[in-house]
């Protein structure tokens, strides 16, 4: 029940879907700007998103794009206090304990969306940009370190190379 009544003031506001389009917008954007980044005289490319190692990059990219969540969740608690809602539900009769965890569920939906988000964006770039060479099984185990093998996720890249 406290997930809903926070959804029913949350998908209405504007300026969530602004700043969830944002924070789509703005990761995807500079992933795919990443491969014609020049270090050293050299274009990084397609290796950039070379599959184990993209989801690190990934990862320290869309840290700095969170911050949006963050300053969103800080919008939306500010915005209780500012219209008064949190004090007309607690007169309504919910518990402030309740009306916490309301919010902290809407934090974990927005750490959910953001993890979906980032996982898509990889996906997307790692498989349409990573190139065949980098998740072929010959170019898989050319590399040492054995310690990826060993991932569950990593198996079907590994299997043919153990095997062999």
């Given amino acids: ?20 389009a944002l924070f789509v917008g703005l990761l995807a954007f500079f992933v795919s700007v990443g491969g014609n980044i020049t270090i ?14 993209l989801w690190t990059k990934l990862a ?7 911050l949006l ?9 500010t915005d209780e206090f500012q219209f008064r809602t949190f004090r007309q539900q607690l007169i309504d009769g919910l518990s402030p ?11 974990g939906l927005l750490t959910l ?3 979906l988000v980032v996982l898509l ?8 940009h ?5 998740t072929s099984p010959q170019k898989a185990c050319s590399t040492p370190c054995f310690a990826t093998a060993c991932r569950p996720w990593a198996t079907s890249v590994w299997l043919p190379c153990l095997a062999s």
Wanted: aromatic letters at 12%.
């Fill in 69 to 77: 969540l963050g300053i969103l969740l800080v919008i939306l608690i």
């Fill in 40 to 53: 050293n005289g050299q274009t990084v490319g397609n290796t950039l998103y070379a599959f184990p190692g």
């Fill in 1 to 20: 029940m406290l997930v809903r009544t926070e959804l029913r003031k949350l998908l209405p506001y504007r300026t969530v879907w602004i700043v969830l």
């Fill in 97 to 107: 304990a309740g009306l916490i965890q309301g919010k902290l569920a809407v934090s």
């Fill in 130 to 134: 990573a190139g065949e060479s980098s």
């Fill in 113 to 115: 969306f953001g993890m």
């Fill in 60 to 66: 320290y990219v869309a840290s700095y794009f969170h």
């Fill in 121 to 128: 964006v990889g996906l997307y770039f790692g498989l349409t």
